[in-house]
T-cell receptor, first 109, second 113 residues
Framework: KQEVTQIPAALSVPEGENLVLNCSFT??????LQWFRQDPGKGLTSLLL?????REQTSGRLNASLDKSSGRSTLYIAASQPGDSATYLC????????FGTGTRLQVFP | NAGVTQTPKFQVLKTGQSMTLQCAQD?????MYWYRQDPGMGLRLIYY???????DKGEVPNGYNVSRLNKREFSLRLESAAPSQTSVYFC????????????FGEGSWLTVV
């Protein structure tokens, strides 16, 4: 059974820091991996989708990498801002999306 | 930019009552989903519809039924609500079930007392 783990569960950093969020999964037979952002009381917004054949995807200050063989993905956020404060979830796509429990990020001024 | 719209936003039910959560998407997507989100559990798939006219069980289907009314609409029904169904429910859609970005609604907060 596919299991997705995100560490740390919570992270608090000062503005301007570069940071890395981690996602690990137990079964490498995936179609893709997605990173989402969730603001309090809101739905999920897709940030990046990495196909299983790809190694990384970039969008603005966000860069996500995928190492399927080791069952790991990282989300790199450059020059963090208070507006980046949210919960970040990863999900692996097998025949259904399996979500991690998320990393709650707080960026303080 | 409506995207995925779900109603109601908030609902309080008594144990044993029934209700239907409505979801509609305006992106002409084939696939639609219902998830529930509970603290410490992440999002878990309740039911999904790969295409109009089909529905399939997800990870936690017990106590729920769904209807894919047409390509736009996918409803979730609780026939006899239980306190264990207190949760936040999210509807989502994607162009197909695999290898596509998935779009979520804003969520429906359901409390069963």
């Amino acid at each position: 059974k596919q299991e997705v783990t995100q560490i740390p569960a919570a992270l608090s950093v000062p503005e301007g820091e570069n940071l890395v969020l981690n996602c690990s999964f137990t079964d490498s037979a995936i179609y893709n991996l997605q990173w989402f952002r969730q603001d309090p009381g809101k739905g999920l917004t897709s940030l990046l989708l990495i196909q299983s054949s790809q190694r990384e995807q970039t969008s603005g200050r966000l860069n996500a990498s995928l190492d399927k063989s080791s069952g790991r993905s990282t989300l790199y956020i450059a020059a963090s801002q208070p507006g980046d404060s949210a919960t970040y979830l990863c999900a692996v796509d097998t025949d259904k999306l399996i979500f991690g429990t998320g990393t709650r990020l707080q960026v303080f001024p | 930019n409506a995207g995925v719209t779900q109603t109601p936003k908030f609902q309080v039910l008594k144990t044993g009552q029934s209700m239907t959560l409505q979801c509609a998407q305006d992106m002409n997507h084939n696939s639609m989903y219902w998830y529930r989100q509970d603290p410490g559990m992440g999002l878990r798939l309740i039911y999904y519809s790969a295409s109009e006219g089909t529905t399939d069980k997800g990870e936690v289907p017990n106590g729920y039924n769904v209807s894919r009314l047409n390509k736009r609409e996918f409803s979730l029904r609780l026939e006899s609500a239980a306190p264990s169904q207190t949760s936040v429910y999210f509807c989502a859609s994607s162009e197909a079930t695999q290898r596509n970005t998935i779009y979520f609604g804003e969520g429906s907060w359901l409390t069963v007392v």
